[in-house]
Nanobody, 121 residues
Framework: QVQLVESGGGLVQAGGSLRLSCAAS????????MAWYRQAPGKERELVAT???????NYADSVKGRFTISRDNTKNTVYLQMNSLKPEDTAVYYC???????????????WGQGTQVTVSS
């Protein structure tokens, strides 16, 4: 099993910044993709950004130019730097990892417990 623990959420005014962190631990052989998703009240969970082991990144159009995903493979940790925050960024942010427990195991998708980000206008 792989555990993901997020931190860094909170309340911020519009235009402000927050940095989220997510550390993976447990039985990890390799982590392929680490990503951030978010879910606002009454809405479906949506992809915010992804980061592959090779360094490729991808962003939702709504956050391009404002959010930056980065990753420290030595620490199995992924970060999300969020700048120029808007009220519509308010959501619970979830860390996600696609990982294998051993050389022979298939890949599984793991989720963190979520961290609340609230942006006031």
């Amino acid at each position: 099993q792989v555990q993901l623990v997020e931190s860094g959420g909170g309340l911020v005014q519009a235009g402000g910044s927050l940095r989220l962190s997510c550390a993976a631990s447990g039985s990890i052989f390799t982590i392929n993709v680490m990503a951030w998703y978010r879910q606002a009240p009454g809405k479906e969970r949506e992809l915010v950004a992804t980061h592959t082991t090779g360094g490729s990144t991808n962003y939702a159009d709504s956050v391009k130019g404002r959010f930056t995903i980065s990753r420290d493979n030595t620490k199995n940790t992924v970060y999300l730097q969020m700048n120029s925050l808007k009220p519509e960024d308010t959501a619970v942010y979830y860390c996600n990892a696609v990982a294998r427990n051993s050389y022979y195991s298939p890949q599984y998708k793991y989720w963190g417990q979520g961290t609340q980000v609230t942006v006031s206008s």
